[in-house]
């Protein structure tokens, strides 16, 4: 049986870390296993492994990773990158969360390039060695693909994938990373779909139709919002944009996945909650996935 989880964004953003708690209390009003972190506002978490966990078990809920992006390609910070991975696999097991999601690689070079091979090559040594690692605290590593780094070439992510060992590097695909990339979310989960050990299910949606273009008299819009979208893209609730979820549900369901599916997405023009109610809505009652909250209640 999956288990459900928001990533806490939409309630911290405009740089609100005290809503943590709100966050917490709401997530699980609405059912949901669990939350996810990442970014600054878990860090001063970081020191308080044991209070976090007690946090999370009055609420009744879980830590399904914290999330970590890493340069990788930086000689001068490569141990010192490695180090602290190694350090956050121990304290999501002190916390009691067993999956670690990991991304990185800056853009690179062009596919025929040495370079391309020598950076993929770099970055998959380093995650089998932290993936190895984190197996020793009862904890599995999973790449996360990420637009706007060198894995938003698909050949990339391919070749990474071939390069690591499947028992120490899990996938985690991020469906709206994916089609942000040029990639088919469908096609690239169903090559996959036994690496897979945890899921980002994240929709997206044009953010100028043409029509609207013509009403505001643009020739294109500007690309000056969270992670340079406005031009193309924004993030919305589940099941509102453009990305096939049941699709996705139906490969993950056939290949018995039992993982975290999660909602990481940044922004929302609506309430926290009622973005929060909107995609665990979605997850119930049109795709009819069932976390391990709900089969409870």
Partial sequence: MPKLGLNPHIYLRDNHPENIHRAFDELALLGYDGVEFSGGYGQPWLHHPK????????????????????????????????????????????????????????????????KWERSVRTIADACNRIGESAHRYGVQLAWHNHWGSCFEQEAALHRFLELTDPEWVKFCPDTAQLRLSGMDEVAIIQRYQHRISYVHFKDIAPNWTPEVRQHLRLSAPTNAGGYDLDAQWRMIELGRGVINLPACWEILKSADFDGWIVDDHDFTGYPAKASAAAIKRFLNEELGIVGERDART
């Fill in 51 to 114: 209070d976090l966990k007690r946090l999370l078990d009055l609420h009744g809920l879980r830590l399904s990773t914290y999330y970590l992006y890493l340069p990788f390609l930086d000689e001068t910070r490569a141990t010192e990158d490695e180090e602290a991975a190694y350090r956050r696999a121990y304290w999501l097991a002190q916390v009691g969360a067993e999956d670690f999601l990991i991304d990185g690689g800056v853009p690179i070079i062009p596919r025929d390039s040495h």
